[in-house]
């Protein structure tokens, strides 16, 4: 991913590689906050009775693309991904997860968001395969 390649950089003192690609993975992280924020805020309004329960082969088709669109740092896609996550309501473990992945995403903690984001495609895995 896009991401590893910016530590590694780091790590190597590539600066010129930095300063080339973190404006765009920056504004991709800050998306990808601020659409986890929304989710969740939408995850509590249980109540909601326009809200569909999420269909967890669509949301696993949307992790995908979401890693696609983040390794690919394409700005686009990953709003369009979110937008479509928080239009449903999700199990209370998909929840804690995404919460979770938003946290280390609002600390720039690369490695635990995307820990976080293997635990949801394992959760989902296992809700499909149940």
Same mark, same amino acid.
């Given at each position: 991913?896009?991401?590893?390649?910016?530590?590694?950089?780091?790590?190597? !003192?590539?600066? !010129?590689?930095? @300063? %080339?690609? +973190?404006? #765009?993975? @920056?504004?991709?992280?800050?998306?990808?906050?601020?659409?986890? !924020? /929304?989710? $969740?805020?939408?995850?509590?309004?249980?109540?909601?009775? =326009? /809200?569909?329960?999420g269909n967890i082969l669509e949301l696993q088709g949307q992790v995908e693309k979401l &890693?696609?669109?983040? =390794?690919?740092?394409?700005?686009? *896609? *990953? %709003? #369009?991904?979110?937008?479509?996550?928080?239009? &449903?309501?999700?199990?209370?473990?998909?929840?804690? &997860?995404?919460?979770? +992945?938003?946290?280390?995403?609002?600390?720039? =903690?690369? =490695?635990? #968001? +995307?820990?976080?984001?293997?635990?949801? /495609?394992? $959760?989902?895995?296992?809700?499909?395969? #149940?």
């Amino acid at each position: 991913m896009k991401a590893r390649q910016l530590e590694d950089a780091g790590k190597k !003192e590539n600066l !010129e590689y930095i @300063r %080339e690609r +973190m404006p #765009a993975f @920056r504004q991709i992280m800050l998306l990808l906050l601020e659409q986890v !924020e /929304k989710a $969740l805020a939408q995850l509590e309004e249980s109540s909601a009775p =326009d /809200k569909q329960i999420g269909n967890i082969l669509e949301l696993q088709g949307q992790v995908e693309k979401l &890693c696609e669109a983040l =390794d690919t740092l394409n700005l686009s *896609a *990953a %709003e #369009a991904l979110f937008t479509e996550m928080n239009n &449903c309501q999700w199990a209370p473990q998909l929840a804690l &997860c995404l919460k979770e +992945m938003g946290e280390a995403m609002s600390m720039f =903690d690369y =490695d635990e #968001a +995307m820990a976080q984001l293997g635990l949801l /495609k394992q $959760l989902i895995q296992e809700t499909v395969g #149940a």
